[in-house]
């Protein structure tokens, strides 16, 4: 569960950084073979852990300058320095409508957390790129992409691209649309807060527009970001962002055709993986029939004794059945 208001009971992740604090030395203690290692390992930890609680939000109860002199270069730098969904899970939601009065509804995307009401699905060993590029979306620049892939997602969209729809939910976006494809798009930032379906509503994520100046967990989006609160485009604003959709066919061949037949991405990669499996299997028993087929030398035929005594070796080239020692 995320670490919100939204989720009650939950302990947040001090007890998580302090219990990490208190078991790594202990670790350290038990594996040292000299005090060295103890004092220096003590020494590295101490300095790192300032920057473990702080990519977790968690204050110590000792400042900074008292553990600087440790700490020996670690930093809070890379994709995840700062855990994500504290404080909920920052998405911007798509939505589409035939009207810029509405009524808006929600792009469906496969994997991509939109429907609060939708159980987060399972997708090894697939990997989503669309679903997992859009979860980067609220961590993005000022220009939030418009002008780059989600323009040409959105512009897609408005234009009924089939190849767009089919890296999206194709049937619920169709059902939603049967008329033809939305003539607007709105781009509203909402955080997502985990929680578990009880009491039979089937609910599993509380979802509300977020305060993005505010909330701790869109603090990576710029606040000159266009995303930053609603945005209504029209087809005609998406043109000018956009050319065009950018979407390509994917070549034909018979493994495309066989990936159309079965519509989904996991039921394609686990046949291959299957189909892999198989002829591993298949290579493995041709191995170790051609290596059993070999005939096996007489046990007789080269014999030695640990203890030195004389070797006996059959003499067969002259078809005798003399033996000589």
Known sequence: RNVSAGCPGTLGP???????????????????????EVFIGLAL?????????????????????LLAPFDLGASTYGLFANMTGVGGRPTIVIEAATDVAGPWLTIP???????????????????????????????????????????QLLRGIVDGDPEVSKLLDGTALRRLFPDGPPTHVRLSPMTYTAVWPEGGDGVWWLRAPADVAKEKAWDDLSPMSPLAKPLVLGVEDLRALAPSSGAAAWPSGPLRTLANFLGDGEGFIWLCLAGAEVGRRAAEAGSGDAQGGAPEAPENEVRSSARGQPRSVDVADSGSSDRTD
């Open 45 to 65: 930890f101490a300095g790192s852990s300032w920057h473990l609680a702080q990519g977790l939000g968690v204050a110590l109860p000792v400042s900074r300058a």
């Open 109 to 151: 995307f496969r994997y991509q957390v939109m429907d609060p009401a939708v159980m987060p699905p399972l997708c090894f060993p697939h990997f989503p790129r669309l679903d997992w590029t859009h979860w980067f979306t609220p961590f993005d620049g000022s220009d939030g992409n418009l002008r780059g892939w989600l323009g």
């Open 14 to 36: 001090g007890p998580l950084v302090y219990g990490g604090l208190i078991l790594a030395p202990l670790a350290l203690l038990a594996s040292a073979t000299s005090w060295s």
